[in-house]
């Protein structure tokens, strides 16, 4: 059977679109479109929604305006049939913008929240809440304010007054155990009890990105996907540098955020670094990530990590003498979770063994939990590091190739080799490709400058001497 005009056009058309994207976007925005027909140059087809409308026209409208105007002139116009859902009636919808495309008004179908397919509800069910997901432990009343999260915390209190204010997006980021995940959620909460109609959601980054693969392979659930997250009002994403490496997450994210933003939605992320810091993530997300504020939590002090561990003995409902928390405190000085995992140790050891809490039961679990003693670190090892950290083979690092990746690993193996090894200049040299003791002094001095001017290379030298530390 002959194909008719509306469809050889739009598979003329087609053979050019492919050509010009990637073969996964053509396989999610252009294979489920249908032409419907072809009259005075209105070339009409069938989209499954209006989210899947507005992209089209948002990355797309450039294309296939070439495209059509290439099949059908100058005078070429493209309608758009969108297909709301199985049970009801399509709405033609003209495309309303600029170029050689129709414009007229189109009453728009707005979306019913209580219908919208949520990621979280088994298929087939209906919904008329969603779970925030949220911890209750992680409260602002569990939250111990420090010097190391001031900035932070008070930010948070901020949105919880008034979500989507100047602090949009606010961008949490820290080391591994610092209260990230708990701020986070705090935020959450503290919205959800003053403003108990507003609709927050806190999800993992690496939970998003296992929706967003499930909603891609299977058929028009992205449109689903899509939509069920363009109705939060306050949006929590934790670790947020998962997204690295992963385009297509990265991009359904994107519009996301820009739907949420634009209507004064909240959007609170974290992660492990700072967004200028952050590598393989679309600069276009990364300049978003910038747009509200930056809140860097820190390692706690004493005086923060002693408060803590009193909050901590306080919830538990256990005295524990002061002399135990000081000495605790003193001790343990890493991160939160590290300093509430120590005692807790410390009351379990106690309860079972129906031993007081004494100083010197405190002495051993921390001996056992808590590495104290200095650990010797050898060149070798520090070439290790430094290799496996920028996937370079040991025997390239001291070979005498003069790339400029190579050069630089070189360059701070011997300037973490001066640092942390009794070795004189001359047997780091020996060690690291035969250089000589003016070599790895030159070396020293180059990463030392690069550290006070290049925040990612200073950046590079932190997370390899975290790793020399931790073993």
């Known amino acids: 059977m002959p194909l008719l005009p509306h469809q050889v056009v739009w598979n003329n058309c087609l053979t050019i679109i492919k050509d010009n994207i990637q073969p996964s976007s053509f396989g999610t925005w252009f294979e489920p479109i249908v032409p419907l027909k072809l009259k005075n140059n209105i070339l009409t087809i069938e989209v499954p929604s209006h989210f899947f409308r507005e992209y089209l026209e948002e990355n797309f409208i450039d294309l296939l305006g070439h495209c059509l105007r290439k099949e059908l002139g100058n005078s070429a116009k493209l309608e758009y049939y969108v297909k709301v859902d199985s049970c009801s009636k399509g709405v033609p919808m003209p495309h309303q913008g600029q170029g050689h495309f129709q414009n007229k008004s189109i009453p728009f179908t707005r979306i019913n929240k209580n219908e919208i397919a949520s990621p979280y509800v088994v298929p087939g069910l209906r919904q008329v809440k969603i779970d925030p997901r949220l911890n209750a432990a992680y409260s602002f009343d569990n939250f111990v304010e420090g010097s190391c999260n001031r900035l932070a915390r008070t930010a948070g209190l901020s949105i919880a007054e008034k979500p989507g204010g100047p602090f949009n997006p606010l961008f949490i980021y820290g080391g591994s155990g610092l209260g990230k995940t708990h701020l986070a959620q705090a935020i959450g909460i503290e919205i959800k009890k003053r403003l108990p109609n507003k609709i927050v959601l806190y999800v993992s980054a690496n939970l998003f990105q296992i929706q967003f693969m499930d909603a891609v392979n299977i058929k028009n659930k992205l449109t689903d996907f899509m939509r069920f997250y363009q109705m939060i009002d306050v949006l929590i994403i934790d670790d947020v540098q998962e997204f690295a490496g992963k385009p297509g997450t990265q991009n359904a994210y994107f519009n996301i955020f820009n739907h949420l933003h634009q209507l004064g939605k909240q959007l609170i992320l974290t992660s492990d670094k700072a967004p200028v810091d952050l590598r393989d993530l679309d ?61 807790c140790s410390l009351l379990a050891q106690a309860t079972f063994n129906k031993k007081p809490v004494t100083l010197q039961l405190a002495q051993v679990i921390t001996d056992r939990l808590v590495n104290n003693t200095p650990k010797e670190i050898t060149v070798q090892e520090i070439q290790k590091i430094v290799c496996n950290y920028f996937g370079i083979p040991q025997d390239v690092l001291v070979s005498k190739t003069r790339k400029r990746e190579i050069c630089q690993a070189r360059q701070i193996a011997m300037y973490l080799s001066r640092n942390h090894t009794k070795n004189s200049l001359a047997t780091i040299g020996a060690l690291i490709g035969g250089k000589d003791h003016a070599t790895v002094l030159h070396s020293y001095n180059t990463v030392c400058n690069l550290m006070d001017t290049d925040r990612m290379f200073r950046q590079y030298v932190t997370d390899i001497e975290r790793k020399l530390k931790n073993g």
């Open 283 to 343: 600069d276009r997300l990364l300049s978003r990530f910038k747009w509200g504020l930056s809140a860097e939590l820190q390692s706690p002090d004493y005086a923060t990590r002693l408060a803590i561990l009193e909050k901590k003995s306080y919830n538990e409902g256990v005295e524990v003498p002061q002399e135990v928390l000081k000495f605790i405190a003193k001790q343990v000085t890493t991160n939160v979770r590290e300093i509430e995992g120590t005692l």
